[in-house]
T-cell receptor, first 113, second 113 residues
Framework: GDSVTQMEGPVTLSEEAFLTINCTYTATGYPSLFWYVQYPGEGLQLLLKATKADDKGSNKGFEATYRKETTSFHLEKGSVQVSDSAVYFCALTPGDSWGKLQFGAGTQVVVTP | DVKVTQSSRYLVKRTGEKVFLECVQDMDHENMFWYRQDPGLGLRLIYFSYDVKMKEKGDIPEGYSVSREKKERFSLILESASTNQTSMYLC????????????FGPGTRLTVL
């Protein structure tokens, strides 16, 4: 079945450091790919998405590119802030589903001043 | 602004009790979802509903049931709560065909003693 694998955390960084969170997937068909973020004490919110190969999603300084050849959707940010401390989830929606999301395990990111 | 609300942020129940978790969305969305979130496992889909009175099992439906009598409300029911159902429960909603973003509520942290 479809699955998402993302790097384990926690990832601890200093403010202004470069952040990469790896995400790879297995899926049949042509899934859409997502990054969701969960700030402390809150529900998940969509950070960015890409719906086809080579698409780049971007938001709030974060970027991720849909790479079909490597089945990856790595999240990057060039200069993190303390406010980026959160749990980040990579997810996919199979192209022929009811829109169900398949999530990775989540990666906790801690940014220190 | 998009809004998904859940009836309780924190809930403590005893083994064997019947538990109701309520979710309400104000976006007139057709699709609603219940997930549970556990450390290291990400989010796993319990049930979803694509229309009033319609429901489909997700990946882990055992021990749960759902009810959707009105479009805006989706209830998760634990018929006889057990300690292994201690978890964070997240509700989400999504629009109809052609939309792929799910909007999440803040979550209910349920503890079963």
């Amino acid at each position: 079945g479809d699955s998402v694998t993302q790097m384990e955390g926690p990832v601890t960084l200093s403010e202004e450091a470069f952040l990469t969170i790896n995400c790879t997937y297995t899926a049949t068909g042509y899934p859409s790919l997502f990054w969701y973020v969960q700030y402390p004490g809150e529900g998940l919110q969509l950070l960015l998405k890409a719906t086809k190969a080579d698409d780049k999603g971007s938001n709030k300084g974060f970027e991720a590119t849909y790479r079909k050849e490597t089945t990856s959707f790595h999240l990057e940010k060039g200069s993190v802030q303390v406010s980026d401390s959160a749990v980040y989830f990579c997810a996919l929606t199979p192209g022929d589903s009811w829109g169900k999301l398949q999530f990775g395990a989540g990666t906790q990111v801690v940014v220190t001043p | 602004d998009v809004k998904v609300t859940q009836s309780s942020r924190y809930l403590v129940k005893r083994t064997g009790e019947k538990v109701f978790l309520e979710c309400v969305q104000d976006m007139d969305h057709e699709n609603m979802f219940w997930y549970r979130q556990d450390p290291g496992l990400g989010l796993r889909l319990i049930y979803f509903s694509y229309d009033v009175k319609m429901k489909e099992k997700g990946d882990i439906p055992e021990g749960y049931s759902v009810s959707r009598e009105k479009k805006e409300r989706f209830s998760l029911i634990l018929e006889s709560a057990s300690t292994n159902q201690t978890s964070m429960y997240l509700c989400a909603s999504r629009g109809g065909l052609g939309t792929d973003t799910q909007y999440f509520g803040p979550g209910t942290r349920l503890t079963v003693l």
